[in-house]
């Protein structure tokens, strides 16, 4: 399962690792200098094609910095010839793996590093983040058939559409030291799994069943990034006066408000209105707080120039797109 490096224009093609087998997973990832709007602007064609996982989980991903986005797989190529990508496009065949694999690693970090999640910020030691992966071609039930379907031949009967059942999970992996350098007095532990290597967060753990055609994009982005908003501006207020009840509209007989800065007067003879006062909510006192990294942009996210990268890139934050490539038989026989 060594990575294949590609060149741009292979991306939506079969890769020499594919066309042996066509019954596994294609892994591939495109580091990108592209901000918010720029991949909102291009992913909105697909923004609300459906993910076939639970959804549930899939905002919790979202919630946690790793967004799922449906993509044609012929249309692979004209998304990534309108981003800009940094460096070669990698690839990597994994076909299918019944036990945890390692997929995507993030940065190392020496020292540790405090991430953002959902439910509140969490202290990581010595390691990595990761995302672990494991998969097979599973058959889908074939659906009622009618009268039609009873006189279907023996062959019909034995063969089902397939897809790929993929399963996805997040890990801090845990190490001590370097991870390239080994100690030569340590004995190795063959018994222990990638799993158990580190903090699974297995509220994040994600089932995609896969048919064949479509690519999975995961995407690094906050939370608090709308991608249909235009500009990813914040919403403007709705209409009405403020003060009003959610669907409440103005009362067009209500005297009109004065504009800011004038002072409305009272009409004579009129007894002048109770002032009510008002607790100004002070500010907090030192430097804002620094906003953390989620876990999907703590995995998959860095700043500085990459190989490849044009001059005024750099320092300019980058990002990994990881593309999940399900490729299995149209048919699926249950006996030969």
Not at 5 to 11: F, G, K, L, P
Not at 209 to 221: D, M, N, R, T, V
Not at 313 to 336: N, Q
């Amino acid at each position: 399962m060594r990575p294949i490096s590609a060149t741009r224009a292979d991306v939506a093609t079969a890769s020499p690792a594919v066309r042996g087998s066509e019954n596994g997973l294609e892994l591939a990832w495109w580091v990108v200098t592209a901000d918010s709007a720029t991949l909102a602007r291009e992913l909105a064609p697909w923004l609300d094609e459906p993910v076939p996982a639970d959804a549930a989980a899939v905002r919790a991903w979202a919630a946690n910095g790793l967004r799922l986005v449906s993509v044609p797989v012929e249309k692979l190529e004209t998304l990534r010839s309108r981003l800009p990508i940094v460096g070669a496009i990698q690839r990597q065949w994994m076909g299918q793996v019944p036990l945890w694999t390692d997929a995507v690693k993030g940065p190392y970090w020496p020292s540790g590093a405090t991430v953002g999640l959902d439910t509140g910020p969490l202290r990581l030691g010595p390691g990595r983040l990761r995302l672990l992966t494991r998969c097979w071609t599973a058959p889908v039930p074939p659906a009622q058939e009618g009268p039609a379907g009873r006189t279907a031949g023996l062959r019909e009967k034995h063969v089902v559409h397939a897809v790929l059942h993929v399963e996805l999970l997040p890990q801090h992996q845990e190490t001590e030291g370097n991870p390239g350098q080994q100690d030569l007095l340590k004995l190795p532990t063959a018994s222990l799994g990638p799993e158990e290597e580190g903090l699974v967060f297995r509220r994040l753990a994600l089932t995609i069943e896969a048919p064949p055609g479509w690519a999975y994009l995961i995407i690094p982005e906050s939370p608090d990034v709308d991608w249909k908003a235009a500009g990813n501006l914040p919403a403007a207020p709705e209409a009405g006066v403020a003060g009003k009840a959610d669907g409440a509209t103005a009362d067009p007989g209500a005297p009109a408000s004065p504009p800011i800065g004038r002072v409305k007067r009272e009409k004579p003879g009129a007894e002048p209105p109770v002032a009510s006062p008002v607790l100004e909510s002070p500010e907090p006192a030192g430097p804002p707080a620094p906003v953390l990294m989620t876990l999907g942009q703590a995995m998959l996210t860095s700043v500085g120039a990459r190989g490849g990268a044009k001059p005024g890139d750099k320092g300019r934050p980058s990002r990994a797109i990881v593309i999940l490539v399900p490729r299995v038989p149209e048919e699926f026989r249950l006996l030969r």
